[in-house]
């Protein structure tokens, strides 16, 4: 089972995810989309296939949304997509292909219905809070 994560190593989120995905027994192809950048077409493809618009998918914490005008509810699915082209920093992640779909998988355990298989025993988020129990259950 191939699974893309589009990661950013800075964002706990998405290193909890890649841990969750690991634990799962796979290795997945790791896109640091921060070095490598977007196309239009790619997060068009990524969005559609996650049911997001841009506006949806637009990381308006710690990044230059608010400076760059970007919160403003005028502003059109182009230019979104546009400035997230120039600012990669400005799509929230971690964005997880696989088989079973595409997701923005925030918070963490929404990667848990993209696994074919779940993490045996414990898993945890970098905080500490537990996402399954002992035995590979999700804790709700």
């Known amino acids: 089972m191939s699974i893309v994560i589009h990661h950013n190593p800075g964002c706990g989120t998405s290193r909890n995810v890649l841990q969750i995905i690991r634990a799962s027994g796979v290795e997945p192809v790791v896109v640091e989309y921060l070095e490598t950048g977007w196309t239009t077409a ?8 996650a049911g997001l618009t841009a506006r ?3 990381r ?3 990044s230059p949304a608010q ?3 970007l919160l403003d509810g ?3 699915e182009e230019e979104l997509l546009a400035a997230m082209v120039e600012h990669p920093v400005l799509v929230n992640r971690p964005i997880v292909c696989s088989p079973k779909g595409v997701r923005l998988c925030r918070p963490s355990e929404r990667v848990l219905d993209l696994l074919e298989n779940l993490p045996t025993g414990a898993v945890y988020k970098e905080d500490g809070q537990m996402i399954l129990n002992e035995k590979g259950e999700p804790v709700v």
């Open 74 to 76: 005028d502003v059109s």
């Open 67 to 69: 400076e760059l005008g």
């Open 56 to 58: 949806e998918a637009l």
């Open 60 to 62: 308006e914490k710690r």
């Open 42 to 49: 790619q997060l068009q493809g990524l969005f559609a296939a």
